[in-house]
């Protein structure tokens, strides 16, 4: 079975500086899905970047990028120059192509980010 | 921007109680899910929805959930006879399906939460 590992439960930052989210995951498939969700205090999962593993190359958005390393499972988060915002529960997620409709869910990291 | 919306945003209820949850997923979304959150912690997969039909579900969506989509936009969860243990965060979900841009990706209501007294 598929299985989401965030093994950092909970991550500081400075305003403006760089943090790393960390992710890996398990699986036998070739093809699939991966994502980062954020959760803010206002508890609605918002979609933060997604990655197809036949993408090799590692998807971005503005200030959100990753770092997808698919020998490794390793699909990490950083965000640069980090902003107040920012501050929320941050959920990686899987989902595979093999006959299956849900996608999987780590524990979450919570990032704090410091003014 | 399209959006998932859910009612009701709280709801409390006694154990032993029937409860509805209502989702209206976005119009051109093909599959529905329901996930749960107990206490701000995993976010745990209940069921998904396809065609009309469970497509998958979970250990926990056992006989005293059911869902259905009676009208062709209403997409609810029943949670028949309420446990302590049913309290958490209800969330629904969906995605427009195969050959769309997007088609992956899951967009999240804002969530019902359910207290059982």
């Known amino acids: 079975a598929q299985t989401v590992t965030q093994s950092q439960p909970e991550m500081s930052v400075q305003e403006a500086e760089t943090v790393t989210l ?3 995951y398990d699986t036998s498939e070739s093809d699939y899905y ?3 969700y954020k959760q803010p205090p206002s508890r609605q999962m918002i979609l933060v970047i997604r990655q197809e593993a036949y993408k090799q190359q590692n998807a971005t958005e503005n200030r959100f990028s990753v770092n997808f390393q698919k020998a ?19 959920f990686c997620a899987y989902r595979g192509t093999s006959g299956t409709y849900k996608y999987i ?9 410091l003014a | 921007e399209p959006e998932v919306t859910q009612t009701p945003s709280h709801q409390v209820t006694q154990m032993g109680q029937e409860v ?17 959150q107990i206490l701000g912690q995993k976010v745990e997969f209940l069921v998904s929805f396809y065609n009309n039909e469970i497509s998958e579900k979970s250990e926990i969506f056992d006989d005293q959930f059911s869902v ?5 936009s209403n997409f609810t969860l029943k949670i028949r006879s309420t446990k ?4 958490a965060m209800y969330f629904c979900a969906s995605r427009t399906g195969q050959g769309s841009s997007g088609a ?5 209501g804002a969530g019902s939460r359910l207290t059982v007294l």
Not at chain 1, 76 to 88: N, P, R, V
Not at chain 2, 20 to 35: A, D, E, G, K, T
Request: glycine share 6%; hydrophobic share 40%; charged share 20%.
């Open chain 1, 22 to 24: 960390s992710c890996t």
């Open chain 1, 34 to 36: 991966l994502f980062w």
């Open chain 1, 72 to 90: 490794a499972k390793s699909f990490s988060l950083k965000i640069s120059d980090s902003q107040l915002g920012d501050a929320a529960m941050y």
């Open chain 1, 105 to 113: 869910f780590g524990t979450g990291t919570r990032l704090k980010v």
């Open chain 2, 20 to 36: 509805i949850l209502r989702c209206v997923p976005i119009s051109n979304h093909l599959y529905f899910y329901w996930y749960r």
């Open chain 2, 68 to 72: 259905e989509r009676p009208d062709g």
């Open chain 2, 84 to 87: 302590l243990e049913d309290s």
């Open chain 2, 104 to 108: 992956n990706v899951l967009t999240f």
